[in-house]
């Protein structure tokens, strides 16, 4: 093979010897040696470790494909579940080669991130010679580089297997990669191939029926049973017949040599002349040369039980003045817009979020402003309270179903939430207070998008905007095995922590906003907020955060009389009586009232107009302080 120079000898093209074991070097390596020597002039000893982009460039590779970072979490976790003994790292790649998804175990940790390992990584065989990534985006089918295949000798002590992910119209939008940092041979990484290229099938399933919920589809099957998605393939029909979409195998399968299946008619694809069969799943076996071939015909909503018609949001609703608006919220708070703001895009494609916070920090109106801003209107925002339920109530809640005696003539069906979510936001509110059973039920529905509610024997497909949140730190409840580790990184897409109003630097605009609410939800002008009431507000721990502050602004107007918001106007602990009132009143203040009070003789109008307050305003602080006219 074609040799290059290098300053300190010759570099062979030849690919190095892996441990063998029977099975074969995978027929790409040797023409990747080719192309890096030759073509991107690497030197085996100086390849350096591969680039680690930053969090803005790794956003901007992460927000095309986030919807298939969500649907893979699931597979990705069962297929790292049962390689971890062998300590195998799962990556989950973009088009370009950036790892987005990682998986590895603790022990692995310092080895990854000594190579480069690691999330915003990027594996293209331009930069980084042959691996298992780069190899798969070239050749585009499952790949192993074993040990001494890689060309990069740092790399000589792994072994990569890599499976590619498929998309719209059959382009290449992602790469599986199980890469192992143990010696191994080619019979092995032969096994490890056939589990990386079926879990690869599976996501890419998942990413299609994702991708087409709303459109019938056709899964094909060399299997009657239906039971390995593994094994199929996906076609997506419109309403006329015609076929919107295939998945690359669906083209391997139905279509003809060099001829596309997208825009072809369903009996020309099958030689079948009926493509919507009335009612749930119907089953076809077309014969073929190599085989028998099973069809399952699902329509868009495959329900026992007919549903109102998916929403189309077109264009957004703009927030009434009594209902949360993004930009109050976020207020100007630089750390609270920029996570607001990507959790905004992530809604918009139907990725979780994950909101964390204290009791009162605005995570329920921030969830309902989330689903304004994309389009929605309150009909379509369902939330859900799981730490006010029972597990029984709330599985009945969520799920729905057929209610009714054994042996009765006919029986309820109740739709559940899950269900009346559908084409809207589902907010499940206090998600950390879930029963781990159903735990496990949420994760099915987020992975495969359908349930099967209570007394039903048809599922039920949704799509729908999910956004949970918690008082609790659900990390530290998956560390306490109170939380599923794998449920908890398909909700976290973007995690959206919401400081505590203590912390805001800039609480004094909310508190003027709260008041300016408060007052024109009971038709009155914006009051004045006094000094003396704006420093208790400063000096107030807010543990009830901005719903005890709302409270706090509708009772001082509720008691107010001249438009002017006093220390007396405030409740317990904040105003007159409280327990928080002498750390709150400025220092100074009784002694200010009293000499006034003494120089005018206790006219109460005098001294109101010497201090420059309302005369009411003065009574109310001459109670606050107990103070009496002496005899």
Known sequence: MARVDKPHGLISTRPRRALQAGGAQDAGVAPSWERCATLHHLNPERVSLPIILGPLELRTHREPVEELLTVS?????????????????????????????????????????????????????????????????????????????????????????????????????????????????????SVVRQLAAASARRIE???????????????????????????????????????????????????????????????????????????????????????????????????????????????????????????????????????????????????????????????????????????????????????????????????????????????????????????GMLFLDEIGDMPLALQTRLLQVLSDGEFLPTGEARPVRVSFALVTASVHDIAQRVLDGRFREDLYFRLAGATVHLPALRHRSDRGRLFAEAFAQAAASVGRPTPELEEAALHALAAHPWPGNVRELHHAARFALAIDTDSRIGLADLPPPLGAGGAGRASATPPGERHALESALARHHWNVTAAATDLGMSRSTLHRRLRAFGLQRPD
């Open 73 to 189: 979490q699931g597979e990705v976790q069962r297929l790292f579940e049962l390689l971890v003994g062998q300590h195998y790292i799962i990556i989950l790649t973009d088009a370009a080669g950036v790892a987005l998804g990682f998986r590895a175990t603790p022990a692995a940790q310092d080895a990854c991130d000594a190579a480069g390992v690691v999330p915003g990584s990027l594996w293209s065989e331009e930069r980084q010679g042959t691996n298992g990534i780069g190899l798969c985006l070239r050749e585009q089918r499952a790949v192993s580089v074993v040990m001494g295949d890689h060309f990069a000798s740092m790399l000589s002590g792994v072994s990569c297997t890599a499976a590619p992910i498929f998309g719209a119209a059959g382009d290449l939008v992602g790469v599986l990669n199980v890469t192992t940092l143990r010696p191994t041979d080619y019979a092995t990484q």
């Open 205 to 423: 399933n998942l990413y299609f029926d994702r991708r087409h919920a709303a459109d019938a589809i056709v899964r094909v099957s060399g299997q009657d049973d239906f039971c390995d998605s593994a094994t199929e393939a996906r076609i997506a029909l419109d309403t006329s017949g015609r076929v919107l979409d295939a998945t690359p195998v669906a083209h391997h399968l139905l279509g003809a040599d060099g001829v596309p299946l997208i825009g072809c008619s369903w009996s020309t694809v099958t030689g079948l002349d009926a493509w919507s069969p009335a009612g749930g799943h119907v089953e076809w076996s077309v014969p073929r040369e190599r085989g028998r071939l099973y069809l399952r015909f699902e329509e868009p909503a495959v329900s026992a039980h007919r549903r109102a018609p998916r929403r189309v949001f077109r264009g957004r609703v703009r927030a009434a003045p009594d209902q949360p608006d993004i930009a109050r919220i976020v207020g100007d708070d630089d750390a609270v817009a920029e996570t607001v703001n990507l959790a905004r895009r992530l809604v918009a494609h139907r990725v979780p979020v994950l909101l964390q916070g204290e009791t009162g920090a605005g995570k329920s109106a921030l969830a309902r402003a989330l689903h304004l801003d994309a389009g929605g209107d309150d009909e379509s925002f369902i939330a859900v309270n799981c730490a006010a339920m029972t597990s029984e109530l709330i599985e009945q809640e969520l799920f729905g179903g057929t209610s009714g005696a054994a042996g009765a003539v006919s029986s309820a069906y109740t739709a559940g939430r899950l269900q009346d979510a559908d084409g």
